[in-house]
């Protein structure tokens, strides 16, 4: 159990400060889709989740899914109570928006960004309309969704815009996937490495 001050972290990984979210009423920003955007529903294999999942998360280390063997991600992508959506543009997928209502009466925001074709364009606010109209399009009492302090600086105010509120943090400490996995090390350079 953590204490107040401060906490070694051991060389080769990294930690962060997890924010947990909630919103327990739709809320929608109402912002259009940006020009030669479209919006898809996707039904993802493997090779193409990874593909997309790595070109949106790469630059804020998700690792999770990537770590996971191939039959193991073939399930959840499988798995009816997920959904998938991307934006479309000039025929390549450029977001990754991944629900998952596998939770009675609640619905994950398990995975939301852009590729860096897509940031600063409006393109995340009219996808997070999508996802809370999805969400709320069942019966659920919770759409949640956490991020963390290796995420982008911009994730937590705009979880917090789009109508999230704060209602837990965590501290988590994982191998760096830049030491443990394999990551090109000059991903992430607000996280510093601290080599074993």
């Known amino acids: 159990m953590l204490t107040d001050g401060f906490h070694d972290i051991p060389p080769g990984k990294v930690a962060m400060v997890v924010t ?22 996707m039904d993802p294999d493997v090779a193409s989740y990874r593909n997309l999942y790595r ?4 630059d804020w280390l998700w690792y999770g899914r990537n770590l996971l063997p191939d039959a193991d991600l073939a399930t959840i992508l ?34 939301f960004g852009l590729t860096s074709k897509l940031i600063g364009t409006g393109a995340g606010a009219y996808l997070m309309d999508r996802a809370v109209e999805h969400a709320f399009a ?6 949640h969704v956490h ?37 090109d090390r000059a991903l992430a350079p607000h996280v510093p490495i601290i080599d074993p």
């Not at 070109?55 to 790469?58: A, C, I, L, N, Y």
């Not at 997920?82 to 009675?104: C, I, N, P, S």
């Not at 911009?154 to 509120?165: K, T």
């Open 20 to 41: 947990f979210l909630e919103m327990r009423t739709p809320r929608l920003r109402g912002v259009p889709l940006p020009d030669r955007l479209t919006l898809e529903e």
């Open 55 to 58: 070109r949106v998360g790469d």
């Open 78 to 111: 499988n798995d009816p109570g997920t959904r998938y959506f991307t934006l479309m543009k000039d025929g390549v997928a450029e977001a990754l928006l991944e629900l998952d209502f596998r939770q009675e009466g609640a619905c994950e925001l398990a995975y």
């Open 138 to 143: 069942t019966t659920i009492e919770r759409f």
């Open 147 to 183: 991020t963390c302090t290796i995420d982008s600086q911009q994730a937590l105010p705009f979880y917090q815009r789009s109508g999230f509120s704060p209602v837990m943090q965590k501290i988590e400490i994982a191998e760096d996937p830049r030491i443990a996995h394999g990551y």
